[in-house]
């Protein structure tokens, strides 16, 4: 229902947080053109990790949510995370604050928003108090998730059973993957860090680099260029379609693809994956079908907390396929705890050359070396005389 009665100073002279807002019920389309300082207006019921990060990276000056941002189905991380970045959230505000109009400067205060002296919305302002109580109450109710969960794999494993057991549906790809590493990114947890962290890996093994929508960019980003591109095609930029990546369009099971009108106004090739799972559920099986030797993943789901927080029945494909997929799929955090830089022959004579040359260079700064490198080479111009007179016949 909208507040209008109340009314507050205007807002040079009013206290609270202010800024333009930005509207856009779909969190993930709004981080693109949010900027520091802009009040974030989003529809987002469970706010998840990712989101939350996303959301943080921007620097809000605050964000308000519609919906309730802990339902209580299970305990998501998004709300901690915002939160704790210092950044007020203004719960539960109802569809009124969508009314929003896009750039107008808003104030939020003590958990009301207003445009003008216009009370547009009262919400509750979350603290780490209220979200630790929302938890706790979220983890009462972790049973029934886990059963929607278990309900939602088992359907999935019956209506794609001949994809995931047999590979029916995989498209040709022009891509050489069989018997080569493969790299798979996707704009998820830590995928900088980890990135960063496999940078001795991927200039040493040189894998099939796959970048799911916008995990595309965060190769470029981060200095390379993705080998293909896999996904709807919802969030990653024309940079990266048009980067010389092959495309892989992610499909409904249906048919159809909302993703290849935008490549082919791009003018791009692209071949289309229809799949009922998520992009990165395609990338990986697509990589397994096509011979890969190792599968790493980064920035990926890999605990049933992740897929829980991701909020939606579709994480039960990822669970399934990594099943799978198998002993092939490697966490990027685990491979940076278990890779150690291979030294070449030739770092290794290098190293050898510099360690002699450090002795040599020792012994000729004291008078014992010095006359030790003085005997040494007299027994070497011997025998060189030695083998000299040998090979020209003249040797004793």
Same mark, same amino acid.
């Given at each position: 229902?909208?507040?209008?009665?109340?009314?507050?100073?205007?807002?040079?002279?009013?206290?609270?947080?202010? &800024?333009? $807002?930005?509207?856009?019920?779909?969190?993930?389309?709004?981080?693109?053109r949010l900027r520091p300082g802009d009040v974030a207006v989003i529809d987002h019921l469970d706010i998840d990790r990712v989101s939350a990060e996303a959301l943080v990276a921007c620097q809000p000056a605050a964000v308000l949510n519609s919906a309730r941002s802990t339902s209580g189905r299970y305990p998501n991380l998004g709300p901690e995370i915002i939160v704790g970045a210092g950044i007020p959230l203004i719960d539960d505000l109802g569809p009124d604050v969508m009314?929003?109009?896009?750039?107008?400067?808003?104030?939020?205060?003590?958990?009301?928003?207003?445009?003008?002296?216009?009370?547009? #919305?009262?919400?509750?302002?979350?603290?780490?108090?209220?979200?630790?109580?929302?938890?706790?109450?979220?983890?009462?109710?972790?049973?029934?998730?886990?059963?929607?969960?278990?309900?939602?794999?088992? +359907?999935?494993?019956?209506?794609?059973?001949?994809?995931?057991?047999?590979?029916? *549906?995989?498209?040709?790809?022009?891509?050489?993957?069989?018997?080569?590493?493969?790299?798979?990114?996707?704009? &998820?947890?830590? @995928?900088?860090?980890?990135?960063?962290?496999?940078?001795?890996?991927?200039?040493?093994?040189?894998?099939?680099?796959? *970048?799911?929508?916008?995990?595309?960019?965060?190769?470029?980003? $981060? &200095?390379?260029?993705? +080998?293909?591109?896999?996904?709807?095609?919802?969030?990653?930029?024309?940079? $990266?379609?048009?980067?010389?990546?092959?495309?892989?369009?992610?499909? @409904?099971?249906?048919g159809r693809a909302p993703g290849v009108e935008r490549v082919e106004k791009l003018g791009v090739p692209h071949v289309v994956f229809p799949a009922t799972g998520t992009s990165e559920d395609v990338?990986?099986?697509? #990589?397994? +079908?096509?011979?890969?030797?190792?599968?790493?993943?980064?920035?990926?789901?890999?605990?049933?907390?992740?897929?829980?927080?991701?909020?939606?029945?579709?994480m039960a494909s990822t669970f399934l396929t990594r099943l799978r997929v198998g002993s092939k799929l490697v966490d990027a955090k685990g491979v940076s705890r278990l890779y150690r830089h291979r030294i070449s022959n030739v770092q290794l004579a290098l190293l050898v050359l510099a360690g002699l040359l450090a002795l040599v260079v020792a012994l000729a700064a004291t008078a014992a070396g010095q006359t030790l490198i003085g005997l040494t080479a007299a027994r070497m111009d011997t025998v060189l005389s030695w083998l000299g007179g040998l090979f020209s016949g003249r040797a004793p």
């Open positions: 229902m909208r507040l209008s009665l109340r009314k507050r100073p205007t807002l040079p002279d009013a206290p609270g947080t202010v &800024g333009p $807002a930005r509207v856009d019920p779909r969190t993930k389309a709004l981080t693109k009314t929003l109009t896009e750039g107008h400067v808003v104030r939020v205060e003590d958990g009301v928003v207003y445009d003008g002296d216009r009370l547009v #919305a009262e919400g509750v302002e979350q603290t780490p108090e209220t979200i630790e109580r929302n938890l706790e109450e979220a983890r009462a109710g972790l049973s029934v998730q886990l059963e929607s969960f278990a309900a939602n794999t088992m +359907d999935y494993l019956r209506r794609e059973r001949a994809l995931l057991l047999d590979g029916v *549906g995989v498209p040709e790809i022009s891509t050489t993957i069989d018997g080569r590493q493969v790299l798979i990114v996707v704009r &998820g947890y830590h @995928y900088k860090e980890d990135l960063a962290t496999l940078r001795p890996y991927i200039k040493e093994y040189r894998p099939v680099l796959i *970048g799911v929508d916008g995990g595309a960019d965060a190769i470029l980003e $981060a &200095g390379w260029r993705p +080998d293909l591109v896999v996904g709807d095609m919802d969030s990653v930029s024309d940079r $990266a379609l048009a980067c010389g990546a092959e495309i892989v369009v992610h499909a @409904y099971r249906d990338a990986m099986l697509l #990589a397994d +079908d096509k011979g890969a030797e190792l599968i790493v993943a980064v920035g990926t789901h890999a605990t049933l907390v992740e897929f829980l927080d991701k909020g939606r029945a579709g």
